[in-house]
Nanobody, 122 residues
Framework: QVALVESGGGLVQAGGSLRLSCAASGRIFSSAVMGWFRQTPGKEREFVALIRWSSGTTLYADSVKGRFTISRDKPNNTVYLLMNSLKPEDAAVYYC???????????????WGQGTQVTVSS
């Protein structure tokens, strides 16, 4: 089982940027799909973005399209989420996840990181 470790969260002002990283402890195989999700207290985990490991094909939630960019570093088994023009409503715990379906449902992902907190001040 490959472990996922997120980093890069923190406090940022509205309009600012952060880059989250998700490092896998082992090789991510070409069949994988890597996703970013976020969650706030009392709410269901929400899809943010995903990337197909082999092709780099991406998908974004409408709420982040044009502001966030997901990318991968295949040799280093790392996924990134660059977040620009952050809004207070983007504040959440962000999770990296691994699955095999090109899916925005958190139920289709079976490996999860521990999460990293993103706080956006207005």
């Amino acid at each position: 089982q490959v472990a996922l470790v997120e980093s890069g969260g923190g406090l940022v002002q509205a309009g600012g940027s952060l880059r989250l990283s998700c490092a896998a402890s082992g090789r991510i195989f070409s069949s994988a799909v890597m996703g970013w999700f976020r969650q706030t207290p009392g709410k269901e985990r929400e899809f943010v973005a995903l990337i197909r490991w082999s092709s780099g094909t991406t998908l974004y939630a409408d709420s982040v399209k044009g502001r966030f960019t997901i990318s991968r570093d295949k040799p280093n088994n790392t996924v990134y989420l660059l977040m620009n023009s952050l809004k207070p409503e983007d504040a959440a715990v962000y999770y990296c996840a691994k699955g095999h379906q090109f899916s925005s449902s958190h139920r289709d992902y079976y490996s999860w990181g521990q999460g990293t907190q993103v706080t956006v001040s207005s």
